[in-house]
């Protein structure tokens, strides 16, 4: 299970929510939280934004260092 995304889930209150706060439907979100699929990197801004910034991009997306870069290296 994704825990950024389960957080992202419980913080916007339903997969539903979060979908549409991120333009996406309940089953990518579905899909994301059961790492069937991973966030698309045009999603990642959608995704800060629905949940207030309680991530940061490469927290969702720790394997794109080059696109998404930790702060610290």
């Known amino acids: ?11 916007l209150g339903s997969q539903t929510k979060l ?4 333009g996406v439907t309940q089953s990518a979100v579905q899909k994301w939280l059961h790492c069937k699929t991973k966030v698309a990197p045009t ?12 991530f940061q991009a490469y927290e ?7 696109l998404f870069p930790h702060p610290e290296r």
Do not use: F
Request: proline share 6%; hydrophobic share 45%; aromatic share 0%.
């Open 1 to 11: 299970m994704n825990k950024v995304i389960k957080k992202a889930v419980k913080i």
């Open 19 to 22: 979908a549409n706060a991120c």
């Open 43 to 54: 999603n990642v801004g959608s995704l800060i934004k629905a949940t207030n910034g309680a």
């Open 60 to 66: 969702i997306r720790p394997d794109l260092p080059d």
